[in-house]
T-cell receptor, first 116, second 110 residues
Framework: ETGVTQTPRHLVMGMTNKKSLKCEQH?????MYWYKQSAKKPLELMFV???????ENNSVPSRFSPECPNSSHLFLHLHTLQPEDSALYLC???????????????FGPGTRLLVL | GENVEQHPSTLSVQEGDSAVIKCTYS??????FPWYKQELGKRPQLIID?????GEKKDQRIAVTLNKTAKHFSLHITETQPEDSAVYFC?????????FGTGTSLTVIP
């Protein structure tokens, strides 16, 4: 349960605020991911980092800015968000991003974000 | 890209009965199919997975079957218990990224 941690667990912010979400993994993995989970929708992949390098950016608006200082830490910087950005933001990690058993993902508990 | 569809969106079963959730995918390059269980307010947790070189995999009361020709895979839970109540979602990995189903909310009625 403590392999992937996220803080804060809950966040309420106004549209003009700037905040950051933090994710940390203690599994020795090399890849980390940000997902958005909204009601009645499939998980939406936002960003992928492999060995600290961003490898995927799924057309995410620039008001979401990821940062990966090392393979264990991942941040999501938020600014001038919209109410429709309210969702559960999940972080995940995996050993790698392709082939063999590397891609199995382990999720954090998520940050429940409400934008007013 | 890949398109994963999951059915049903909600499922209620009596305790002790079986539950089956089905997913279809479109990309024949997809080769890895995990299933996740997400209890209310908790993180998604991997419960079982299957690779494209295998047709079926079992782990106690949980099994997954894969039909590569028809491009569908299913989760089977036997002898359901109230603690099986959760949202289950499937995923397909096409060698590039995961694509997830919309989830099935399973309720096991005691």
């Amino acid at each position: 349960e403590t392999g992937v941690t996220q803080t804060p667990r809950h966040l309420v912010m106004g549209m003009t605020n700037k905040k950051s979400l933090k994710c940390e993994q203690h599994l020795g993995h090399n890849a980390m991911y940000w997902y958005k989970q909204s009601a009645k929708k499939p998980l939406e992949l936002m960003f992928v980092y492999n060995f600290k390098e961003q490898t995927e950016n799924n057309s995410v608006p620039s008001r979401f800015s990821p940062e990966c200082p090392n393979s264990s830490h991942l941040f999501l910087h938020l600014h001038t968000l919209q109410p429709e950005d309210s969702a559960l933001y999940l972080c995940a990690s995996s050993r790698g991003t392709s082939g063999g058993n590397q891609e199995t993902q382990y999720f954090g508990p998520g940050t429940r974000l409400l934008v007013l | 890209g890949e398109n994963v569809e999951q059915h049903p969106s909600t499922l209620s079963v009596q305790e002790g009965d079986s539950a089956v959730i089905k997913c279809t995918y479109s990309d024949s390059a997809s080769n890895y199919f995990p299933w996740y269980k997400q209890e209310l307010g908790k993180r998604p947790q991997l419960i079982i997975d299957i690779r494209s070189n295998v047709g079926e995999k079992k782990d106690q009361r949980i099994a997954v079957t894969l039909n590569k020709t028809a491009k569908h895979f299913s989760l089977h839970i036997t002898e359901t218990q109230p603690e099986d109540s959760a949202v289950y979602f499937c995923a397909a990995f096409n060698g590039n990224q995961f694509y997830f189903g919309t989830g099935t909310s399973l309720t096991v009625i005691p």
